[in-house]
């Protein structure tokens, strides 16, 4: 009988850690997704910045986003893969972080009202962005000022001096304003 | 409960023991740095859990009796043989691991060579960090295998769970203290299973090939 009872323990270990896995996959919770797209704009007290009117088409414009930071991570990835060369394509390099400098130029227009989690759609763009844009802002130039850096780099030993900074302000950001996937 | 006579047997030799808490020690260091985004730390854990592991399979084949593959996996009759001997009243300590219990050690040894290997390919969300081999995938190939690298640990823990939950068995239930030996490498009773001259001396000549071994190669991934 112990036998049984100590396997049925061990399979019952086994898939309740199996579950506690699966519980926290969906990256966040979409409670009111069928929910009637966007409701009138609930503009959130933004201090002195501005945030801008929200999109026409949220969803849309929320993809758009999304596929940009994709982007932004595909760049990250040349120069990533980059740093690990003793001899940089240097060409690449400059390429990507002009990307990336390009997507930082922009960002600052990425989220206008409406476009947050209040929004029903998966995001993991944290309410702290409209709640506190001056520091969002921030941090948006300050990928700019690195990403600029970067872009400017014209050796290998600048480029792998310069990556550190410019993913470290992508990091800065994240850990604020970037809900954790899990 | 029988008085422990002054009977001690050396099952488990120092470079398995070492391997053992190598890898206890590496898994909650890998688990509490990612957790607390020091992937400095989570890059070096997850390659010293790598060259521990290369050692251990190595030691497998070239180590001492209980810690040869051969000698403690066992087909599925002897398996199920065990467990009526497992409950039976003069049930004493297997010579090393027993039959089922090498099961665990099996599951446990390739589900964390399979979570670091993954890991070699991973990257972190802001592309700061990126295990040795991920230049070697594309973008979207290694955000897969970071997803699966992250949902992987769930195994991995369910596992060390298992593993706790058969040594609290053995300690409870069983008496048997198994966390003893695996600290001294002695076991101690009146009544054992096995030689009892215990484990035989490896020559030095045989670590120090399984040490290069492993150093080399994870200085081949990493550089």
């Known amino acids: 009988m112990k036998i049984k009872l100590f396997a049925t323990a061990a399979f019952l270990a086994l898939g309740l850690a199996a579950c506690g896995g699966e519980a926290p996959a969906p990256a966040e919770p979409t409670p009111a997704a069928e929910a009637a797209p966007a409701p009138a704009p609930e503009v959130t007290p933004a201090a002195t910045a501005d945030i801008g009117a929200p999109p026409a ?17 595909k760049n990250m990835k040349v120069l990533q893969d980059n740093m690990k060369l003793d001899a940089p394509d240097m060409a690449a390099v400059t390429a990507a972080a002009t990307k990336i ?14 476009t947050g989690p209040e929004s029903g759609i998966k995001t993991e763009a944290k309410a702290e962005i409209w709640t506190d844009r001056v520091t969002f802002n921030a941090a948006v130039v300050k990928l700019q000022e690195e990403s600029g850096k970067l872009a400017a780099a014209t050796d290998a030993a600048g480029f792998k001096a310069q990556f550190p900074a410019t993913g470290g302000a992508c990091k800065a950001c994240h850990d604020k304003f970037r809900l954790e996937d899990k | 409960m029988p008085a422990a006579a002054a ?33 400095d730390i989570h890059y070096w854990s997850g390659l010293t859990i790598l060259g521990l592991l290369i050692f251990r399979i190595y030691w497998g084949f070239a180590g001492p009796e209980t810690a040869r593959f051969a000698s403690f996996i066992k087909g599925p009759m002897t398996v199920f043989g065990y467990i009526p001997k497992l409950f039976s009243k003069n049930y004493r300590a297997a ?19 399979t979570q670091v290997s993954l890991g070699l390919f991973a990257s972190d969300t802001d ?27 769930n195994v991995v823990l369910a596992l060390v769970g298992l593993h706790l939950a ?25 009544s054992l299973t096995g030689p009892s001259s215990g484990i035989a001396p490896i020559p030095p000549w045989r670590l120090a090939i399984g040490v290069a071994l ?7 991934i990493a550089r």
């Open chain 1, 57 to 73: 088409d949220i969803a849309a414009f929320m993809k758009t986003r999304h596929d940009n930071y994709e982007d932004i991570g």
């Open chain 1, 101 to 114: 400098k390009g997507h930082a130029d922009e960002m600052a227009t990425w989220f206008p009202a409406g």
């Open chain 2, 7 to 39: 009977i001690a047997q050396k099952v488990w030799d120092v470079p398995t023991r070492l391997v053992h808490w190598g890898l206890a020690i590496g898994i909650a260091t890998s688990w509490w740095s990612v957790e607390n985004k020091a992937m």
């Open chain 2, 95 to 113: 010579f090393g691991h027993n039959p089922l219990g090498a099961l665990s050690v099996v599951a446990l040894l390739v589900a964390v060579l």
């Open chain 2, 127 to 153: 592309g700061l960090f990126a295990g040795p081999l991920n230049r070697h995938v594309d973008y979207a190939t290694a955000e897969e295998i970071t997803d699966f690298h992250e949902d992987f640990f």
């Open chain 2, 166 to 190: 058969a040594i609290a068995f053995y300690l409870v239930v069983k008496r048997i203290n198994l966390i003893g030996p695996m600290l001294t490498g002695q076991r101690r009773g009146d």
């Open chain 2, 214 to 220: 492993a150093v080399g190669l994870v200085w081949f």
